[in-house]
């Protein structure tokens, strides 16, 4: 039995909103391909009726209907892998581990009672999972494990202070769930990661990582970097590529994750400006439009006297 995993994230570049980092585990035969495996209730090039895309997050959450694509295949799968689907947004971060005090220090996440789906039919999504649960079993497959790391704006911008550097305080909540993932893909696994920005090495880090460990460097180029990584037991390929998601069905698949979490906290903070500036326009959080938003509740940020170290990130 072999395991593939994945990891990637949501969320480095905007100025408003958490990073998320997400992680996705399986096993199954040597050789297994999960989207040939699921095709019949699962897509890969497009958003085909009937089923759930498994692709590129940007991809599966484009279109007039995109968010609602996005939380299918998330939710489908965590419905997978727990058997339900969480009831609201505080129960989903509950349910990854999220430091929900720290996050609840923000007033726009005082309350997180947000519904669940919030635009997906419930109903679907439930039937999926079942479907796609037996498919998994009849192919001797499994979802191993799930995680889901939120790294708001406060931690954010602490891990900046702590590092001085954007790509190591990236790379803190990175380690954290390959770390997560490499405990749960003993043996014989292959964990393929997006690529974290332009970097090229990562040996020194896997190596603080899993200090035990024997690391050999395969390759390094600017598209790919790869490693192995043995300790006891435990023969492990990780590599880093652009364009990670369109390499595993795992690294697809926690892009997804990713995504997901990350426009469910948006929202949640564009609802609560929202129902304070009358006439405001939500955002994205991205650059641009993220000082436009500022600008636009500046007024209420500092009447209210908000923390602006919990809102605005310093990069």
Known sequence: MNCLAGVDEAGLGPILGPLVVAGVAMSGPEGADPWQALKAHVSRKKTEKGKVRVADSKKVNSGEHGLEHLEATALTFWAVHTGALPATLFDWLGAVGADLPLLQRCPWYEHLDLRLPLHADAGFVELQAELIDRTLQKAGMALRHIAVRP??????????????????????????????????????????ADRCGGRMH????????????????????????????VEGDDDTAITFAEKGEDRAFPTALASCFAKYMRELMVFVLNEWFCTRVPGLQRTAGYWVDGHRFLADVEGHVQQAALPRHRLVRVR
């Open 151 to 192: 790294v708001d704006v406060e931690e954010w911008n602490g891990l900046i202070a702590d590092t001085d550097n954007k790509s190591r305080a990236h790379f803190h909540a990175y380690a954290e769930v390959i770390g997560t993932l490499l405990t749960v893909v003993p043996g014989k696994a292959h964990l393929v």
């Open 202 to 229: 990562y040996r020194g880090d896997l190596q603080r990582l899993r200090p035990k460990a024997r690391i050999e460097i395969l390759q390094e180029e600017e598209a790919i970097s790869r490693y192995r990584l």
